[in-house]
Structure formats: structure tokens, C-alpha cells
């Protein structure tokens, strides 16, 4: 198992971090693609990426939207460039939209941006969506990127999920999938081929609603894989032969 988004730089793993890679060895969970947040942290989370042999995304979140945002986009562009011939730079990101955050107009410039770098230095993107799908669309749509990408965090109807899987997006799916009232979401598993997904846990964020641990981590990847499996009657080891093919096909990993 991969976990297609987990924020393992993060100070919450500052303690323990050793420890939960070990951890997770035991569980199957082979590896992880860790996605930027900010300019600011990009250094440090290229460091965690390399010691853990993890896969890495770089980009500005939409809840980092900088002071300059041309001045950012020229740097992402550089460090993109800098780390090109690292093999486990897989993609832009984490961008996107977000309407629980202010500066939407500045957002869109910022996202409008990364997409546009995506699609000329040839990656996928790692998308996050929040209360923006009609605005988030419109843009996918006026930057169509041939490698397509994840809209992270997935957690809406089959109806909206195959309008980005039109434009060639797969869908990140992470431990909501596990609370028994995510019906839209449990719909769409039932109801769409196992190739438009793929699995991720948000670490440290999005702990599932049962969790005894308020920080989550991608230990729960086997219970997301498993509850895939049971919507769809299909085996676990079906189910997890088809994600980690999803992942390598995404990311173009040979």
C-alpha cells in the first residue's frame, strides 16, 4: 500500500516519526507521497521525503496564499525545475481552492498559476476543493492538464465525481469513506470502476470519526482499502492490486 497524501513533515510526527515508518512497514504500507503546503516548508519537506524514501508533490496550499504571488509561482517553477531529474517528485501540489479560507480571488490567481506551471513542466496535479467544485471545475477546464491528477479528499456524489473523472482526474479517497453517514461518498464507491481511485489518509488531518487518536496517520490505509473492497464485493487483494496500479499510472512510476 501507498498513501497518496500524507503530510509526514508536519511537526505532529516531529516525536515519533521513526517509529510510525516502522509501523507502518508492518502494515504493508510501503510508502507515501507527502504534498507541499507552503514556500516556507518546502525545504523541510524535502528533507523528511528523502530520509524516508518517500514520494513528494511541491506546490502552496490555498490556505497559504503568499504575499507575492508571482514571486512564488517563479520560485515553485525553480524548485520544480532544481528537482526534476529526482525521481520521486511526482506532481504539483497541494493547490487548489478553498471557501472556508478568505482571499478566494487571490486563490484563483494562485491555483490559475500552478496549473499553468503543471501543464508546461508536464506533471499531474494534487488538488483540494472545499465548498468550490463549480469554481474548481471551471478552471480544470481552462487549463486541461494531459496528465490529469487527484482531487484530494474526495467526499462527493458519484454525479459530481464523474465530472472530474471526465477531465482525467482520479479521486483521493481517506478515512470519511468510513463513517457510516458519508452516504454521498459510499455511493460513489459503490457505484464507479475501482480504477478512478486512489487511497490516502490526510495524516495528520481527517481522522476518521471513530478514531481514538485525534492525529491521524496512514495506519488506517488497510481499513479504507478493506471498506473499498466491501462496497464494491470485490476481495481486499483485488481492491489493493487495483489502487497501487492506479497510483503507478497516476504518477508514472515504473
Not at 532544481?82 to 471557501?99: I, P, Q, S, T, W
Not at 484563483?108 to 468550490?132: D, R, T, W
Request: charged letters at 20%; glycine letters at 6%; one cysteine or more.
Amino acid at each position: 500500500m501507498i498513501d497518496s497524501h500524507a503530510h509526514l513533515d508536519l511537526a505532529d510526527f516531529d516525536h515519533d516519526r521513526a517509529e510510525l515508518f516502522n509501523a507502518m512497514a508492518l502494515k504493508g504500507i510501503n510508502s507515501a507521497l507527502i504534498p507541499a503546503i507552503s514556500e516556507q516548508r518546502w525545504e523541510n519537506q524535502l528533507a523528511i521525503a528523502q530520509q524516508y524514501h518517500c514520494y513528494f508533490a511541491l506546490g502552496i496550499h490555498p490556505w497559504y496564499v503568499p504575499e507575492d504571488i508571482n514571486a512564488s509561482l517563479v520560485s515553485l517553477e525553480n524548485m520544480l525545475a532544481k528537482h526534476a531529474a529526482n525521481d520521486r517528485l511526482v506532481a504539483v501540489g497541494e493547490c487548489g481552492l478553498d471557501k472556508l479560507k478568505p482571499d478566494f480571488d487571490r486563490q484563483q490567481q494562485l491555483l490559475s498559476g500552478q496549473l499553468k506551471i503543471a501543464i508546461n513542466m508536464e506533471y499531474p496535479v494534487i488538488l483540494h476543493g472545499v465548498k468550490c467544485h463549480q469554481e474548481l471545475l471551471s478552471l480544470l477546464n481552462r487549463f486541461p492538464n494531459p496528465k490529469g491528477g487527484v482531487i484530494h479528499g474526495f467526499y462527493g456524489a458519484p454525479e459530481l465525481a464523474s465530472r472530474y473523472i471526465e477531465l482525467g482526474y482520479k479521486l483521493g479517497i481517506g478515512g470519511l469513506l468510513l463513517n457510516p453517514k458519508a452516504k454521498k461518498l459510499r455511493k460513489t464507491i459503490t457505484e464507479l470502476d475501482i480504477k478512478h481511485f486512489i487511497i490516502e489518509t490526510d495524516s495528520p488531518s481527517m481522522t476518521p470519526y471513530n478514531a481514538t487518536e485525534k492525529r491521524n496517520t496512514p495506519l488506517i490505509l488497510p481499513n479504507v482499502a478493506s471498506e473499498i473492497a466491501n462496497l464494491q464485493k470485490k476481495t481486499t487483494v483485488f481492491i489493493l492490486e487495483r489502487l497501487n496500479k492506479n497510483f503507478s499510472q497516476l504518477f508514472e512510476l515504473s
